[in-house]
T-cell receptor, first 116, second 114 residues
């Protein structure tokens, strides 16, 4: 079946612009995660959705970052007033979302964001 | 807070030799532990995970890892390296309770020498 998909695969923008990154999880997965991977680093957690609600947004670096999942499926990560330091690969992952069970998270290929 | 430390940002082994990638965790309670692999320009793929069922965990592509509580380690091994194993490997941890967000190490790039 189809895995996690992310669009666009690459995004180049200018400092100060607004960007949206999209994630399509595996069908039926209620849990969705966003991570950010800077060059030479491991992925860092940003936000976790269970259904439509953000269950944990403790990893969002500041109020320029926002994510939504209005229908409990597709999620959009929004970055306002982009800065050069936001350049990274943004990864999305999904899992079944069963409570109390340590599930496997399935990752998408990521969106590579470059802020000039 | 939980964390993992991967010793060695770059590891090179000859084809056919043993692969050993090191991971140590920091947690007051044994957590869940994972190894992911990332091939160039691809997403992360789960190799194996430890969820307290068995200390020796077998994964895909011939990899395995052993959970050692006394050493707070979860090292990844493969008896015989193959050229296709060249990739970046990440160790990750998540808590036993609460949500399942992963905390990753900084990664180890594995190079296979022909």
């Amino acid at each position: 079946g189809a895995g996690v998909s992310q669009t666009p695969s690459n995004k180049v923008t200018e400092k100060g612009k607004y960007v949206e990154l999209r994630c399509d999880p595996i069908s039926g997965h209620t849990a969705l995660y966003w991570y950010r991977q800077s060059l030479g680093q491991g992925p860092e957690f940003l936000i976790y959705f269970q259904g439509t609600g953000a269950a944990d947004d403790s990893g969002l670096p500041n109020d320029r970052f926002f994510a939504v999942r209005p229908e409990g499926s597709v999620s959009t990560l929004k970055i306002q007033r982009t800065e050069r330091g936001d350049s990274a690969v943004y990864l999305c992952a999904s899992s079944l979302g069963e409570r109390g069970v340590q599930e496997t998270q399935y990752f998408g290929p990521g969106t590579r964001l470059l802020v000039l | 807070a939980q964390s993992v430390t991967q010793l060695g940002s770059h590891v090179s082994v000859s084809e056919g030799a043993l692969v050993l990638l090191r991971c140590n965790y920091s947690s007051s309670v044994p957590p869940y532990l994972f190894w992911y692999v990332q091939y160039p320009n691809q997403g992360l793929q789960l190799l194996l995970k430890y969820t307290s069922a068995a200390t020796l965990v077998k994964g895909i592509n011939g990899f395995e890892a052993e959970f050692k509580k006394s050493e707070t380690s979860f090292h990844l091994t493969k008896p015989s390296a193959h050229m296709s194993d060249a990739a970046e490997y990440f160790c990750a941890v998540s808590p036993l309770f609460g949500n399942e967000k992963l905390t990753f190490g900084t990664g180890t790039r594995l190079t296979i020498i022909p």
